[in-house]
């Protein structure tokens, strides 16, 4: 029965780790960048061009200015192209109308 258990808790995380894993998001092409009020983080997003066969798809990277420009993926949108980044406050940022508080919010499209 413990065996069973481990096969199904590796399949589950395989699963997760093959098609919801923001760490393994296309690196994309620089569109833009938005330093928050008080320099602590930088916005960068990315478009990446999936081909014939899927549509544009926005990555947004927030950069920990204090942390030795530590990276972290927070924002992943299909079907976009452009980013329209606003930092209302020190750790608030509105990503084409997704609001987030860094750096622990995240917005997948996939969930």
């Known amino acids: 029965?413990?065996?069973?258990?481990?096969?199904?808790?590796?399949?589950?995380?395989?699963?997760?780790?093959?098609?919801?894993?923001m760490?393994?998001?296309p690196t994309g092409e620089y569109l833009t960048e938005e330093l928050s009020p008080d320099g602590k983080y930088t916005l960068k997003a990315y478009?990446?061009?999936g081909g014939a066969t899927?549509?544009?798809s926005v990555r947004g990277e927030l950069v920990f200015n204090d942390e030795d420009n530590k990276t972290k993926n927070i924002?992943?949108?299909?079907?976009?192209d452009t980013a329209n980044i606003t930092w209302t406050d020190n750790n608030t940022v509105v990503?084409?109308?997704?609001s987030l508080d860094v750096p622990n919010d995240k917005f997948d499209f996939r969930n």
């Open 1 to 21: 029965m413990i065996i069973g258990l481990l096969f199904v808790a590796m399949v589950g995380y395989g699963g997760y780790w093959a098609f919801f894993d």
């Open 23 to 25: 760490n393994r998001l």
């Open 47 to 49: 478009v990446t061009n």
């Open 54 to 56: 899927t549509s544009t």
């Open 75 to 80: 924002y992943w949108n299909y079907r976009e």
């Open 95 to 98: 990503i084409n109308g997704h």
